[in-house]
């Protein structure tokens, strides 16, 4: 691959500091490393990780590496982490120096995944002299320590956009280092359980299909700014999975079934307002609008939730609809008569849309009834996954996954979305 073919690419997989070897001393010994204390091997150890695992995902070309002291100061992100002085200073330029590891001359990356600032970030790459070794001592990914990371995470506000930030479509805000309330506690403790139970089931999807990388397999939360915003459970590789394949995962051998909150979001922001979506219409469709299409309906409502403003309507409508997938031929149309047409019909909340706060809100309250759904399956000790705003669990408990989505959601909304089996 050649600086013109790369130039632009940010296929890249993050260095992460918390990753190490089970058992690395071999793999040291043959590498000739000759680490001076345990800081350095254990900062040799995770490199060894991380150019493992970048080696599974053939989809990345670069590996992602800081070299400023200040993405290795210690926080609750980073309480496990290597060090700054043992891996930037000692251990990387040993890695160079062996031609195990090697600096690209093609750029470097801005992006903040990570969210310790907008810094630039060098590109590495894995020498085949280094992947030769590792694949000879048949590393599984049972043999990677992922260490302690954090599974509540705080993020702060997203920055405003800068020029010189353009190649960014999704800015993130910079982690905040927060102190533990019982609340925090209560959302660990849950989310360790959670986690432990998904690792006690299978979880079988073909091997020939996307993602092909499945190394990620507990999940995490993030909040914005508070812990009343946001709060998704994400992480897990499934989530990768295209919706359209979804029915082909397997857990514990058994077909699944996935069941969807039906307009979840309008019924979300109705009751926010304390208000009943049907008491003040007779659809039973909160995106069914005359002379529009649902999608475009759907899309339009979740964007003026989204939006700060309605100026930017129009341009953010059409770039999530690209997302989406939409040919460039179908975006000519004017996006005012849609908008004018969802605040006329959604008029007993007009006044909670463009407010990204309210949104935010809304995916908390989310994520907070499929916590509620979740845990009933936790106590029975049945296999079950999260989907955004719906539920993954084994076929044959179809039937009793809908009563209990049906039931929570009238218990914990005052406008009740319906529940529609996908497959």
């Not at 926080?75 to 195990?100: N, T």
């Amino acid at each position: 691959m050649n600086d013109d073919e790369t130039k632009d690419l940010e296929s890249v997989t993050w260095f992460d500091p918390l990753l190490s070897l089970k058992d690395p001393d071999q793999l040291i010994e043959q590498l000739a490393l000759n680490p001076k204390n345990k800081a350095q091997k254990r900062a040799a150890s995770c490199l060894l990780a991380n150019a493992y695992l970048f080696s599974l995902n053939p989809e990345k070309h670069f590996m992602v590496i800081s070299r400023r002291p200040e993405t290795y100061t210690k926080s609750r992100y980073c309480i496990d982490a290597v060090g700054f002085r043992p891996f930037v200073q000692r251990v990387l330029p040993r890695f160079e120096k062996l031609k195990l590891i090697k600096l690209l001359k093609l750029g470097v990356t801005e992006r903040d995944d990570l969210g310790v600032g907008w810094r630039k970030r060098s590109r590495y790459l894995p020498t085949k002299k280094l992947l030769k070794v590792l694949a000879s001592h048949e590393i599984t990914i049972e043999d990677v320590d992922k260490g302690n990371p954090e599974i509540i995470i705080l993020r702060a506000e997203k920055p405003r956009w800068d020029y010189r930030y353009k190649q960014e479509r999704r800015l993130t805000g910079k982690l905040i280092d927060y102190k533990d309330t019982r609340k925090t506690r209560e959302l660990r403790a849950w989310l360790d359980d959670y986690n432990s139970l998904v690792q006690s089931f299978e979880i079988d999807f073909p091997t020939h299909l996307e993602p092909k990388y499945r190394g990620a397999t507990g999940f995490h939360r993030v909040f914005n700014v508070d812990f009343e915003h946001g709060g998704r459970l994400v992480g897990h590789w499934l989530f990768n999975i295209k919706k359209e394949q979804r029915h082909l995962l397997k857990l514990n051998g058994e077909k699944v079934t996935e069941l969807d909150f039906k307009s979840m979001y309008p019924s979300l922001l109705y009751s926010v307002a304390g208000l009943n979506y049907h008491q003040f219409h007779n659809d039973a469709d909160p995106y069914q609008i005359v002379d529009f299409g649902r999608d475009l309906v759907k899309f339009g409502f979740l964007v003026a939730m989204n939006n700060k403003t309605r100026r930017g309507f129009g341009k953010a409508l059409k770039n999530r609809l690209r997302e989406e997938g939409w040919a460039d031929e179908r975006l000519n149309f004017n996006s005012t008569p849609l908008l004018n047409a969802i605040l006329y019909k959604h008029a007993p909340v007009e006044h909670l849309l463009f407010d990204k706060e309210t949104a935010n809100h809304c995916t908390y309250l989310e994520a907070t009834l499929l916590q509620i759904i979740l845990n009933h399956y936790l106590l029975w000790k049945v296999p079950v996954l999260p989907m955004h705003d719906g539920i993954i669990t084994i076929k044959s408990e179809r039937d009793r996954l809908k009563r209990v989505m049906e039931f929570e959601a009238e218990r914990f909304l005052v406008s009740v979305p319906g529940v529609e089996i996908e497959y």
